[in-house]
């Protein structure tokens, strides 16, 4: 075992990462990309077959018998204007792979490879989940709704994601929740409109609406446990018409980040209540309309702690990076099998690798690329053969 791979997997996942960055494609749109896994699992020889619309699920079966792993990487891009520098810039303006999914799909063919290359080795089998639309509406459900994880029956699963925090060549692995739940809520404030200069005659929400912005601080500064983690965040208001009307109406949006399912629930609830009755002191209505997102991340605990210990002893360098409050649909991969997200560290300064993801000036560090396909084959390769146990459920 080792670390690394050797130099020509390392240049062709480079290579098909170069490829895929060019052409970013959003959600559900990634019929080039597919082309491209497809393309390339036929060049090794690996079964495969499409799901969900543009997403693919690879098939590589040991020589010797072992457990099932489940190996996941994201597809698409997000609508962003590149402003990188980067050689392989993205050719379609308005898009781009800043969340360094290009690297995920280009690392989980590497694995395939070096994989399919040591089948006489290999114990176990290895199912490729080549997923679309991460950034939204999402692909993981419609992906496990038409039976990715079921034939051959998915018994661990593991995905990577770049990470600028950690430093190229080490990986994070976290026990725990390590991304949250991210809901999104609505507001809607109805007053009565009139002139300006009669306040006294209208019903004015655009007080209301600095009244419930200050007030829902309340449920992160005062009505949560200050151990748990939570944000509330409000990300746009509307209201008005010039500066001599008053207002009748305001309408706002916002993000709810939790890591644990029932501060999740409370948290929506003390939210539509302070909504509510702020608007009402200020003769106001309110109406809360709460659209529940991907859930949290949690990284199964047992495989987390046995995964980290495996990787050490393989000479990976691992970290133990902490939790974010960012949202991942890999969530429900994990809801259904054991499942560990692992933080792929690109931070390197000599290559400008340093911004955060879904920033325009996003560059990748592709020295991870090797460190990332290593990764994904030592997790094949230690579930299938047993050293990673299957933690019961
Ligand atoms: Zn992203
Ligand atoms: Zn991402």
């Not at 509307?238 to 500066?243: C, D, I, S, V």
């Not at 644990?260 to 702020?278: L, M, P």
């Amino acid at each position: 075992m080792t670390t690394t791979v050797s130099e020509p997997i390392a240049a062709r996942a480079t290579a098909i990462r170069r490829e895929i960055h060019r052409h970013p494609e959003l959600g559900f749109e990634e019929t080039n990309t597919q082309a491209i896994v497809e393309r390339e699992l036929d060049a090794i020889g690996v079964e495969h077959r499409r799901i969900a619309k543009t997403g693919v699920v690879g098939i590589v079966r040991g020589a010797h018998p072992g457990h099932v792993s489940g190996l996941r990487a994201d597809m698409d891009a997000l609508p962003i204007t590149e402003d990188s520098g980067e050689e392989c810039t993205s050719q379609i303006a308005g898009k781009m792979h800043a969340c360094g999914h290009d690297s995920h799909t280009a690392m989980l063919l590497g694995a395939a490879r070096v994989l399919q290359e040591s089948r006489e080795s290999f114990h176990g089998t290895a199912v490729l989940l080549f997923q679309p639309a991460e950034e939204g509406p999402g692909g993981a459900l419609p992906m496990i709704e038409e039976g990715a994880l079921d034939d051959p029956h998915v018994e661990a699963v593991t995905m990577l994601h770049i990470d600028p925090r950690v430093p190229t060549g080490s990986i994070g692995i976290t026990p725990g929740p390590v991304n949250a739940a991210a809901d999104e809520f609505h507001i809607t404030i109805r007053g009565k409109g009139g002139h300006g200069a009669y306040p006294h005659k209208a019903v004015d929400v655009i007080p209301c609406v600095g009244a419930t912005i200050l007030a829902l601080q309340n449920v992160a500064a005062r009505e949560t446990d200050p151990l748990a983690s939570i944000v509330v965040t409000i990300g746009t208001i509307e209201a008005g018409y010039r500066n001599n009307v008053i207002a009748d109406k305001a309408f706002m949006t916002g993000t709810l980040r939790t890591h644990d399912a029932a501060i999740r629930e409370t948290a929506a609830e003390k939210i539509r209540r302070i909504v509510e009755h702020v608007a009402e002191a200020y003769g106001a209505h309110a109406h809360v309309e709460m659209l529940l997102g991907y859930p949290p991340v949690v990284n199964d605990r047992e495989l987390a702690a046995s995964f980290a210990a495996y990787a050490r002893e393989q000479g990976f360098t691992v970290e133990r990076p902490a939790p974010t409050m960012g949202g991942e649909d890999f969530a429900y991969f994990a809801e259904r099998v054991p499942g560990v997200m692992v933080r792929l560290g690109i931070y390197n300064e000599a290559v400008g690798s340093i911004h955060s993801g879904h920033s325009p000036q996003f560059r990748l560090d592709e020295g991870a690329i090797p460190t990332g396909i290593a990764t994904l084959v030592a997790f094949a390769r230690g579930v299938g053969d047993g050293s990673i146990p299957i933690p019961a459920r």
